[in-house]
T-cell receptor
């Protein structure tokens, strides 16, 4: 079975540019999570969706970040304008149930983002 | 302040040896505690998930324990293999809305032959 699919795997762009990260969750999973990982801060939950609806976006760092889930099989995380401090690995994960459940989250292999 | 502290930060062991990783948390109210394994360049993979009422959970050579009274968890790896070399991350879930997940910084384990 296909796991969580993220694209692109690597992205290098200049500051000020718009960046769009994409995620396809596992079919049948109704919860989707976006994470950011850096050496300094480790893993951080940015936002999560349940049945395509954003439930908690308190981890989104600022208004430059936005996330959408137009349907059950696709989500995007957008940064506009991008800044060097946004450089990190961004992970998407999906699960059959919400964040408080005891079901495992399945992670993609991430997008390594470098903002010059 | 809700925090998750992991120790040691890094660990080197010989293949075939056992090891134990620690996770202490101050998160309250508590929903569940998860251990993940993350290989270099890959996403985390779930090892165990424990609720408040569970003391022990195993997944092959990995055994997690939880003491909800002292707010401590450990991950024990038995008969280590080279493929166990990875970062191990402890995650505690809040049982209330807002900032639902608190992550530890992880323990980097290196298994050498």
């Amino acid at each position: 079975d296909a796991g969580v699919i993220q694209s692109p795997r690597h992205e290098v762009t200049e500051m000020g540019q718009e960046v769009t990260l994409r995620c396809k969750p596992i079919s049948g999973h109704n919860s989707l999570f976006w994470y950011r990982q850096t050496m300094m801060r480790g893993l951080e939950l940015l936002i999560y969706f349940n049945n395509n609806v954003p439930i908690d976006d308190s981890g989104m760092p600022e208004d430059r970040f936005s996330a959408k889930m137009p349907n059950a099989s696709f989500s995007t995380l957008k940064i506009q304008p991008s800044e060097p401090r946004d450089s990190a690995v961004y992970f998407c994960a999906s699960s059959t149930t919400g964040v408080y459940s005891n079901q495992p989250q399945h992670f993609g292999d991430g997008t390594r983002l470098s903002i010059l | 302040k809700n925090q998750v502290e992991q120790s040691p930060q890094s660990l080197i062991i010989l293949e075939g040896k056992n090891c134990t990783l620690q996770c202490n948390y101050t998160v309250s109210p508590f929903s569940n505690l998860r251990w993940y394994k993350q290989d270099t360049g890959r996403g985390p993979v779930s090892l165990t998930i424990m609720t408040f009422s569970e003391n022990t959970k195993s997944n092959g050579r990995y055994t997690a324990t939880l003491d909800a009274d002292t707010k401590q968890s450990s991950l024990h790896i038995t008969a280590s293999q080279l493929s166990d070399s990875a970062s191990y991350i402890c995650v505690v879930t809040f049982n209330q809305a807002g900032t639902a997940l608190i992550f530890g910084k992880g323990t980097t384990l290196s298994v050498s032959s």
